[in-house]
């Protein structure tokens, strides 16, 4: 069972940061003025939304050989994560960067900063704080959908829970098992992403407990003013 937690582990992190980067690339290539970039990026979003996991799993998998190029099963499961997940993540980021208020970048073009400078500068750090909720939201699924490795043959928690069913039976005790180790997984990546959402408020002035102190503090300003 710990060889199988691994896989699973590995193949969400990988997965997930390989999302991670679908998910910029093609969410501000969205955001793009070309209206060819932003045609690029819809029909890739909508394919990979539009479609199932499991078959673009397959597609990857068992598929692609037909065409000379043979992935290794935890490849074409990475990539697949990677591409269907990115495309949810890509709506992520172009909201995100939408709900950035326009007094923010009427202000950089102010201040003559490029293009590329205002993006990194003000708008994303911003951005990236509406962004990490749903991405949490997005890797919690992500770790839900692994089990569908097993049907390539990777070796994760689930393939060893039938494994285990198969050979010994038992089933209340393997499956709560597994129950068990994705639910205590889950909660792992949720610790996780509440901590990145906490730093990332902090970085941009929005964490609670400096607004708390600003609070507390306000009164005594004020009167020692007074």
Not at 84 to 110: D, I, K, L
Not at 188 to 214: C, I, M, S
């Given at each position: 069972?710990?060889?199988?937690?691994?896989?699973?582990?590995?193949?969400?992190?990988?997965?997930?940061?390989?999302?991670?980067v679908v998910s910029f690339a093609f969410g501000l290539l969205s955001l793009?003025?070309?209206?060819?970039?932003?045609?690029?990026?819809?029909?890739?979003?909508?394919?990979?939304?539009?479609?199932?996991?499991?078959?673009?799993?397959?597609?990857?998998?068992?598929?692609?050989?037909?065409?000379?190029?043979?992935?290794?099963?935890?490849?074409?499961?990475?990539?697949?994560?990677?591409?269907?997940?990115?495309?949810?993540?890509?709506?992520?980021?172009?909201?995100?960067?939408?709900?950035?208020?326009?007094?923010?970048?009427?202000?950089?073009?102010?201040?003559?900063?490029?293009?590329?400078?205002?993006?990194?500068?003000?708008?994303?750090?911003?951005?990236?704080?509406?962004?990490?909720?749903?991405?949490?939201?997005?890797?919690?699924?992500?770790?839900?959908?692994?089990?569908?490795?097993?049907?390539?043959?990777?070796?994760?928690?689930?393939?060893?829970?039938?494994?285990?069913?198969?050979?010994?039976?038992?089933?209340?005790?393997?499956?709560?098992?597994?129950?068990?180790?994705?639910?205590?997984?889950?909660?792992?990546?949720?610790?996780?992403?509440r901590f990145l959402e906490r730093r990332a408020k902090a970085a941009v002035?929005?964490?609670?407990?400096?607004?708390?102190?600003?609070?507390?503090?306000?009164?005594?300003?004020?009167?020692?003013?007074?």
């Amino acid at each position: 069972m710990l060889g199988g937690v691994w896989i699973t582990v590995l193949v969400t992190v990988l997965g997930a940061a390989g999302a991670l980067v679908v998910s910029f690339a093609f969410g501000l290539l969205s955001l793009s003025r070309g209206r060819p970039q932003r045609f690029v990026a819809r029909l890739f979003i909508e394919f990979f939304r539009g479609s199932s996991l499991l078959v673009q799993l397959w597609w990857l998998f068992f598929v692609m050989p037909t065409f000379g190029w043979t992935l290794e099963p935890l490849a074409a499961g990475v990539l697949a994560f990677s591409l269907n997940y990115g495309a949810y993540g890509a709506e992520v980021v172009r909201g995100a960067v939408n709900a950035v208020p326009r007094t923010q970048s009427e202000a950089t073009v102010a201040l003559n900063m490029t293009p590329y400078q205002r993006m990194r500068l003000v708008v994303l750090p911003q951005a990236v704080v509406g962004m990490i909720p749903p991405f949490g939201n997005l890797l919690i699924q992500l770790l839900k959908a692994t089990p569908l490795v097993y049907t390539i043959t990777i070796v994760d928690v689930t393939a060893v829970t039938q494994s285990f069913r198969a050979a010994e039976g038992h089933e209340l005790f393997i499956f709560s098992l597994a129950l068990l180790v994705y639910l205590v997984l889950a909660y792992l990546l949720t610790l996780g992403v509440r901590f990145l959402e906490r730093r990332a408020k902090a970085a941009v002035g929005q964490d609670e407990p400096a607004r708390r102190r600003f609070r507390l503090r306000g009164p005594l300003v004020e009167k020692e003013a007074a």
